[in-house]
Every structure is written in structure tokens, then in C-alpha cells.
């Protein structure tokens, strides 16, 4: 019994399931979740397709001012992304660009003030709606709708060079993170993993991270406690 009560010891406390994160433990399958600085993450990274919407994020990827604000800085990262009219802030006059404080135009406050997304954040169809007083075409989709072969066929091509990109609203504790509710943008798909590139406007606390498609659909189709709708994508294009 005592060699017994040692064995199950040793297990749990050297045993990688237990030791390691899930990010970090050495198995022979890739990990559900990886992140952009680990060993697996440089290897997927290696391997973008040269046509993945990342290249034209990543020039424009903004960190939220706020740390409700991840709503408003995964938007104006799309739309900056995007060839259409931007407006002028005074921070960067004469030059147009999208901010965090201009995203917040007469139209757009008619849907959400900037009080209320401080407070209690922006649920999905507020994003698209927002959205779409930018003048750009927004497309909402409630994650439990969309079966994980759906959200997969969706993806790969959405982030593909076709002119949309794709906003995301999961819960974090199914990716093993801190914290509830986000937004955040999708970057890329990488087939050989079958697993998806987020670009986390909470720069200051994840990096970039891959997602597998089946952990991303069940984050997606859990419920906003603000709507009493399920997460899910908004798919933007002009």
C-alpha cells in the first residue's frame, strides 16, 4: 500500500500533465495552444503562407489602451488593415488613421458609448454594428452555429488573401488563460497543426497564439453573460 501511495505521488507531481502547462508539455502531438515564443510556436511561424492575412495586421496590430478596450483596438487593427477612408485624430494630424479614441464617431456612439465598452466591454453584435457605421461591411456569426469542420472551412479561406478578416469573441479559460471574455483578431491558418494564429490586442499580458480549430469552436460558442448569446466571429470586409 505505502509503494502504492508513492507511485501516485510521483505521478502527480512529476508526471508533465500536472507539471507542465498545456502549452509546454512534451508530447508527441502538437499542443492545443501555442504560443508565438515557444519552440513550436517559431515552427508554425516559419511555415505562414505568404498569403495569410497576418502581413497586413501586423503593421497596424494595436494593444488595447484599456484592458476593457480589446473590442475597439481588434477593430481599428482591421480597419487600418483595410484600403478604405480614415479619419483624422489630432494626436497625428494631418495624418489619417484609426485610434482607439476616433473608432468612437457621432454614428457609432449611437450603438455604444465609449463609458459603456470601459465598463462592460462590446459584445458581438455590437461589434458588427459598430462596424458597419465605419462604412465597412460586417458580418456577425453566434460560434454556436458553427460546427468545428464549419469554423474550419470558414477560416481557411477568410484568412486567405480575399479581402476580409476576422474578429473573434472567445472565452479565455478554454485556452488555459486568465481572465473572461475577449476579443482579439485572427491572423492565419496553418493546415499541417489545423490550428489558428490569434494576434491578442493584450499585448502586455499574451503574446500571439495558436489555437487548434477545435479548441477555438468551443471557446467561440461559449455564452456572453452581457447578451445571453453565444461568442463567435465577426467576418469584415469593404
Not at 33 to 58: C, F, H, I, N, T
Amino acid at each position: 500500500m505505502k509503494n502504492l501511495v508513492l507511485a501516485i505521488i510521483l505521478y502527480v507531481f512529476v508526471s508533465p500533465a500536472f507539471g507542465e502547462s498545456p502549452a509546454t508539455a512534451s508530447t508527441s502531438a502538437q499542443p492545443a495552444v501555442v504560443y508565438w515564443d515557444s519552440a513550436e510556436g517559431k515552427a508554425l511561424r516559419a511555415r505562414m503562407p505568404a498569403d495569410a492575412d497576418y502581413w497586413q495586421l501586423a503593421p497596424n496590430f494595436a494593444a488595447q489602451i484599456t484592458q476593457s478596450y480589446c473590442s475597439v483596438a481588434s477593430a481599428i487593427t482591421v480597419l487600418n488593415a483595410m484600403p478604405i477612408p480614415k479619419p483624422v485624430d489630432p494626436a497625428y494630424a494631418p495624418y489619417a488613421y484609426f485610434t482607439q479614441t476616433n473608432f468612437f464617431t457621432p454614428e457609432v456612439v449611437k450603438v455604444i458609448s465609449p463609458q459603456t465598452v470601459l465598463a462592460m466591454g462590446m459584445t458581438r453584435e455590437q461589434m458588427a454594428e459598430t462596424l458597419s457605421r465605419q462604412g465597412v461591411k460586417a458580418i456577425s456569426i453566434a460560434g454556436d452555429t458553427l460546427s468545428e469542420e464549419g469554423l474550419r472551412t470558414l477560416l481557411k479561406k477568410a484568412l486567405g488573401d480575399d479581402g476580409r478578416f476576422v474578429l473573434a469573441n472567445y472565452f479565455r479559460a478554454n485556452l488555459g488563460q486568465v481572465g473572461g471574455g475577449h476579443w482579439s483578431v485572427l491572423a492565419a491558418y496553418d493546415a499541417q497543426s489545423d490550428s489558428v494564429l490569434i494576434l491578442d490586442v493584450a499585448k502586455y499580458k499574451y503574446p500571439p497564439v495558436w489555437v487548434s480549430i477545435g479548441l477555438l469552436q468551443q471557446a467561440i460558442a461559449t455564452i456572453d453573460t452581457t447578451s445571453n448569446k453565444a461568442r463567435g466571429l465577426v467576418i469584415v470586409s469593404k
